[in-house]
């Protein structure tokens, strides 16, 4: 009988005495947002049937625009995109990048909730006025009593804690249940269930004017919806009607849950094209239709909790940032997808920050002021 073989830790996953894994080093973390569709424990990859095409258009105020805000010229910038219809007015990658490569959109994700949440009520399936222990009897005392609307808001007080310069904070061990890293001592990553079920608090809502932003709000949400509907066919067919070259690959959690917290990867190109769709109030290339149009309109203009101190001019609604006549959503890293509904502009910006905690304040409100006026140009 042979020996059994040697094996080590996967080097990417592991974590260190940082709390960081592999890919999320700062010296590793440019390689790892790069190429994170291939270093997930597990993830789903979705290809649409037709492709959206897209012609380039180059546009000189666009180009001055951007010339101006100077983020292609950052240190951590990976791509640009800014379309409109079927026109791409600028796009532009760095070196060691191509704008047609998956690149990690972390919390631009997001957006996912906001469409497939958006039909489900629009269809009476889903109650933003119950509580989510209504559809989740083992969630904890952190989430049983929160609102669906609530969630969608991110205006819940519990204890989870998304500091990503505190090594300790709850958002690490998150990472564990969506596939992202190992324990430090071998044992097995908890599903997902099982960590949402143990965060604790009175799971109030947020009594501040501030939007309280917690991605485990999405994870509790990503729950609820897949007990719904089939959950991995919306997402086929919002892929379908955004019309995606490439692939979408988010990665999933031990039980299999999709990442919608912040797992998504997608190229600069396509990621426009998700924009595209938005701007579009989630209508498809083929006449088919995904979120809900009535329920995006509402999100724009109702009123909601600010995203002060980090931006305070904008909103956080339904899973969506809204603010200057803009909407969309940022993510860890560096990453930026927005929308002008007024003319049907959108720019999709990635980049990759390589601080220790991959977060920085005035570099994210830097980019949605650029952005803003690309988009208003």
């Not at 269809?123 to 989740?136: E, K, N, T």
């Not at 564990?176 to 599903?191: C, K, T, V």
């Not at 390589?354 to 006026?373: H, P």
Request: with cysteine; net charge negative; aromatic share 6%.
């Amino acid at each position: 009988m042979s020996e059994r073989p040697e094996t080590h830790p996967n080097p990417a996953l592991t974590v260190g005495p940082d709390n960081l894994q592999g890919w999320n080093r700062p010296a590793q973390r440019r390689h790892g947002f790069h190429n994170l569709h291939t270093l997930f424990r597990k993830a789903l990859m979705l290809r649409a049937r037709n492709v959206l095409t897209l012609h380039d258009v180059p546009d000189q105020a666009v180009a001055a625009c951007v010339a101006r805000a100077r983020l292609t010229r950052h240190p951590a910038f990976s791509a640009l995109v800014v379309a409109q219809g079927n026109q791409v007015l600028h796009a532009r990658a760095a070196p060691d990048f191509a704008l047609d490569r998956p690149h990690s959109i972390q919390s631009v994700t997001k957006m996912h909730i906001h469409l497939v949440a958006g039909r489900l009520i629009a269809d009476g399936l889903l109650d933003p006025g119950l509580p989510a222990g209504d559809y989740l009897p083992w969630l904890g005392s952190g989430y049983a009593g929160a609102s669906v609307g609530d969630l969608l808001d991110m205006a819940v007080r519990n204890d989870f804690n998304e500091d990503y310069a505190d090594p300790d904070a709850d958002c690490y061990r998150e990472e564990l249940s969506l596939g992202w890293r190992l324990n430090a001592d071998g044992s097995p990553e908890p599903s997902l269930r099982d960590f949402l079920a143990g965060i604790s608090g009175d799971c109030a809502r947020h009594d501040g004017a501030a939007a309280h932003y917690k991605s485990a709000n999405t994870d509790v949400l990503t729950m609820i919806c897949a007990s719904l509907c089939d959950l991995t066919a919306m997402l086929a067919d919002i892929v379908d009607a955004a019309g995606y070259e490439g692939a979408f690959h988010v990665s999933l959690s031990p039980e299999g849950m999709p990442a919608l917290s912040g797992g998504g990867c997608l190229s600069a190109l396509d990621l426009a094209r998700l924009g595209l769709l938005m701007a579009r109030a989630g209508l498809g290339g083929d006449g088919s239709a995904v979120g809900d149009a009535g329920f995006l309109r509402e999100s724009l203009d109702r009123p909601a909790l600010s995203l002060a101190p980090r931006r305070p001019w904008q909103r956080y609604s339904r899973h969506l940032m809204v603010g200057a006549g803009m909407f969309g959503h940022s993510g860890y890293g560096g990453q930026y997808l927005m929308v002008n509904p007024a003319n049907g502009r959108v720019a999709a910006y990635l980049s990759v920050l390589e601080n220790r905690s991959g977060y920085d304040t005035q570099y994210m409100r830097d980019v949605a002021r650029a952005l803003e006026g690309m988009l208003a140009a």
